[in-house]
């Protein structure tokens, strides 16, 4: 992402900063957010991506090799093992660019993240 400008107010504003091949797994991203979670908010939070349903259900951000995706999954230790090949730092996750991008993993993130957001909000 180019740095100096304005930041972006709206996920389409944050997509169109980076080239046409990055944008396209934005958006696939995107999409497979919105099926997850369809009654997840949209918006721009710490200058990324983020859904929100009873809490933050996923941030979303692209790098020069990477994207970056977070929070931590914690809860599920079969999803868990899955996405240990991506872990960085502090429990986030980063999906190599140069390698297909694992959607189904980020679906059944999103389910977990749902599931745990609307849990919380029971208690």
């Known amino acids: 992402m180019a740095s100096g ?6 996920v389409d504003e944050y997509i169109a900063l980076f080239p046409a091949d990055v944008q396209k797994v934005l958006q696939k991203i ?12 949209e918006t721009i939070s710490y200058g990324m991506p983020t859904f929100k349903l009873n809490g933050v259900v996923v941030h979303f951000a692209a790098f020069k ?3 970056g995706f977070y929070p931590p999954v914690r809860g599920d230790a079969e999803l868990e093992m899955a996405l240990a090949r991506y872990l960085g730092e502090k429990g986030s996750l980063r999906f190599p660019l140069d390698e297909a991008m ?6 059944r993130i999103v389910n977990l993240r749902v599931k745990q957001n609307l849990a919380k909000g029971l208690g």
């Open 5 to 10: 400008g304005p930041k972006p107010r709206h």
């Open 30 to 41: 995107r999409l497979t957010v919105e099926k997850a979670a369809p009654e997840a908010e």
């Open 65 to 67: 090799k990477h994207i």
């Open 102 to 107: 694992p959607y189904e993993l980020i679906e």
